[in-house]
């Protein structure tokens, strides 16, 4: 089996002394979540997730060799102008991949990244930014050893990723990406994110996500101190487990287009979510009034309808709503007549499922 030890970069075959390169990478979104992680950011349980299209971070990374490597050395900037606040993150990233990337200390490095949707939309940007982090740094790692594989290239990108932020494994390569061993899924690894490995059915073709943006505000509790809270939390154990279950599930689901059942898991997995941080100690609530009106809303409508809309949430109040491509039009009328009112300032990003980090 593959371990750790196997990403130790360990063959310098080339001097590089200077050069940039640029890459995108999506953000996504989970089907299965992950909530809850042990030490070096290995997942409790199990996560699949769609990802995204629209929603990417661009980031370039320049690179020139210094003669001092007693520490890590870059400039960081968030659309063209410095931003220091970004640093430590960075910082801690570095310090976090060290290992497996000894070489990044003999470099100076700018890294110049921009998102394509709001910077205050409430998206999460540590998963696509991390994600086209790592990328860049698996070429400056390909250029110092040509002789790797595709392969290794994408799974060390995806572990590199993981040590940012967990979710941002998920944004490497491929529209439908496991995390963490399950037994169901060939391949599977905590230590990467993989593509999904089974036939996808038609109805899950082009699935669009809409993304409404509730609350744009910063977060009362960070994704870092909820995973937390899943130490010595009560129902941990049986959320886990159950994480196992539900990808069992919708791998069945995703294999034969069942979108009922695709619903129920989706929606369930959303509210276990949120109930896991409503019944942590301390406890808290990140949902606002407008995502249990705008979940109400979509409840009736699908009753009424029939059309086979649904949401999921993350660690925040914004909504994303999945349907399938053959009921976009009736889903974005609906939106525009009956959810627009519950954005704040009438946002919603349009999005679908996409293909992971690009080369630009
Ligand atoms: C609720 O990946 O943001 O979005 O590993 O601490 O960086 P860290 O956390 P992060 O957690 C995301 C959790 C989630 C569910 C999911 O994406 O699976």
Redesign the pocket.
Known sequence: MISEKDFIFNQNTAIINEGSFQWSAPS???L????G?KEH?IPANP?I?FTLNHCKTITKLGFTKKSDSSNFSFDLLFEGKPKEDFKPKIQKFFERIEVYCPYLKNYHFTIDTQNTFPHSSGI?S??SG?AALAMNIMSLEKELNPAMTNDFFYQKASLLA?L?????C?SIKGNIVVWGNHKEINGSSDLFGVEFPSEVHANFNNYQDTILLVDKGEKQV???V??DLMHNHPFAEQRFSQAHHNLSTIKRVLENGNLDEFIQIVESEALT?HAMMMTSMPYFILMKPNTLAIINKIWKFRNETRIPVCFT???GANVHILYPENVRVETLQFIKDELVGYCQNGQYICDEIGFGAQKL
């Open positions: 996504n979104i989970a299965v979540k992950y909530w992680k950011q996560s997730s999460a540590s998963a991390m993981r940012g932020s967990g979710s941002a998920r960070s994704s870092t909820g995973h979510l949430l993350d660690a």
